[in-house]
C-alpha cells in the first residue's frame, strides 16, 4: 500500500490515522497510513527521510505547517494565500505540491455538516494568526458578504484583512475553492491552469468587503461567529461586542475539545448555537484524501462514527 503520515510535535494525540484509516475501508483504496513525531527542529530531515523511504504524501499539524510550506517545491494557491501547508503531495516525477486543506475543510463543514450556507453573510473572525489565514481567503470564495477580522494584537488583523484584500484586486490570483465546480473551472481556465492555481470563473467574483482592526470595528449581530485563536483553551478571546452572538448566529470554534471552549460557552448563554472543530477536521482530513487519492470519502458518515466514539 501506499504510505502516508502526520507529521507533527507533538503529534501521538492526532485522530488523522484513524480518520484516513476509515475513508479507504470506504473507498476501497490501500494505504498506510501512521504518526510521524519529529524533532522541533528536525522537520525537512523527518519529511525528506519519509520520502525516501516511498511515502507519497504527508499531513502537516503543530508546529510545522511554515518549514512544510517552504519545504514545497510548488504551492496551490490557496497554500500561497495560507503561507502555509498542511498537506504534502508527493508527485510521480518526485516534485513536492504543498497545498493547504484547513479552509476548504472549515467552509464545508459549515455548509455541509451544519447546513448554514455562507454566501451573503456577515462573518466575524477572531484572530489573525496562522489559523485565521489559513481559512480568511476560503471563506470569501464562498462568498460571504463582509468578513470582519478581529485580534488581539489588532495590527495584525489590519495586515491580514489588506492581504486578502490585495488578493481580491488580484482577482485570477484566487483559487477556485468550489469543488462541484471543477469541471467547470478546467473549461474556463484552459490550458492556462497549473499548479499555482486555477483561473477564477465570472460566478466566483466576489463583493465581500473586509475590514480588519480591534474591537471597535465589530459591530452588530453577525451570522457566524469564528473563533481561530490559540487562546480559546486557555480561556482567552480577543475582546469583542457580545452582541455579535444572537440565537441567529452559528458560533464556531476551530479548537476541538472535549469540553465545550471558553468561546462556546459564552456563545450557548447568549442563546447562539455553538460548534466545536471536530467537523473540520474530517473535512480538512476528506480534501487531503482526495488531493492524494483522485476519490471523495463519504466525510459525514465518517464524522458522526468519530463524534459518537469520543462521546
Ligand atoms: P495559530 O497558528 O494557531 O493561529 P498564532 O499564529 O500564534 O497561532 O496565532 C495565535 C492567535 O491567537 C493570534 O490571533 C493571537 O493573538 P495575537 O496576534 O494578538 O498574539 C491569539 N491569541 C493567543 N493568545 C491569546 C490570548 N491570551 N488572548 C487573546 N488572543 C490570543
Not at 70 to 97: E, P, Y
Not at 162 to 185: F, H, K, R, W
Not at 242 to 250: K, N, S, Y
Request: avoid cysteine.
Amino acid at each position: 500500500p501506499d504510505r502516508y503520515v502526520v507529521i507533527g510535535n507533538p503529534v501521538a494525540h492526532s485522530k488523522s490515522p484513524w480518520i484516513h484509516a476509515r475513508f479507504a475501508e470506504q473507498t476501497g483504496e490501500r494505504i498506510d497510513y501512521e504518526h510521524l513525531l519529529a524533532p522541533v527542529d528536525g522537520f525537512d530531515e523527518a519529511a525528506r527521510a519519509f520520502i525516501s523511504a516511498g511515502g507519497r504524501g504527508l499531513n502537516v499539524t503543530v508546529p510545522f505547517k511554515l518549514a512544510a510550506y517552504r519545504f514545497a517545491n510548488a504551492h496551490s494557491t490557496r497554500a500561497a494565500a495560507a503561507g502555509a501547508v498542511n498537506t504534502l503531495k508527493v508527485d510521480a516525477d518526485g516534485s513536492i505540491l504543498g497545498d493547504n486543506t484547513d479552509g476548504i475543510g472549515l467552509v464545508n463543514d459549515i455548509e455541509r455538516n451544519l447546513h448554514v450556507r455562507l454566501a451573503g453573510k456577515r462573518v466575524l473572525l477572531l484572530g489573525a494568526g496562522g489559523a485565521a489565514r489559513g481559512v480568511a481567503l476560503p471563506l470569501l470564495e464562498a462568498g460571504v458578504r463582509e468578513l470582519v477580522i478581529v485580534n488581539r494584537t489588532a495590527s495584525k488583523a489590519v495586515d491580514l484583512a489588506a492581504a486578502m484584500t490585495a488578493l481580491q484586486v488580484a482577482g485570477s490570483e484566487i483559487p477556485n475553492l468550489d469543488a462541484d465546480a471543477s469541471a467547470e473551472t478546467e473549461a474556463d481556465a484552459g490550458a492556462g491552469a497549473g499548479a499555482g492555481g486555477d483561473a477564477i470563473p465570472g460566478a466566483h467574483v466576489h463583493t465581500g468587503t473586509i475590514v480588519g482592526g480591534g474591537a471597535e470595528v465589530a459591530t452588530g449581530a453577525f451570522d457566524v461567529v469564528i473563533n481561530a485563536t490559540a487562546g480559546s483553551l486557555g480561556g482567552e478571546l480577543p475582546s469583542f461586542d457580545p452582541e455579535a452572538l444572537t440565537p441567529d448566529t452559528l458560533a464556531y470554534d476551530m479548537m476541538y475539545a472535549a469540553h465545550p471552549t471558553v468561546f462556546m460557552q459564552l456563545a450557548q448563554a447568549r442563546g447562539a448555537r455553538a460548534a466545536d472543530g471536530l467537523g473540520m477536521l474530517v473535512e480538512q482530513a476528506a480534501e487531503s484524501f482526495h488531493i492524494w487519492r483522485g476519490v471523495r470519502p463519504d466525510s459525514a458518515s465518517v464524522l458522526a462514527e468519530l463524534r459518537a466514539m469520543l462521546a
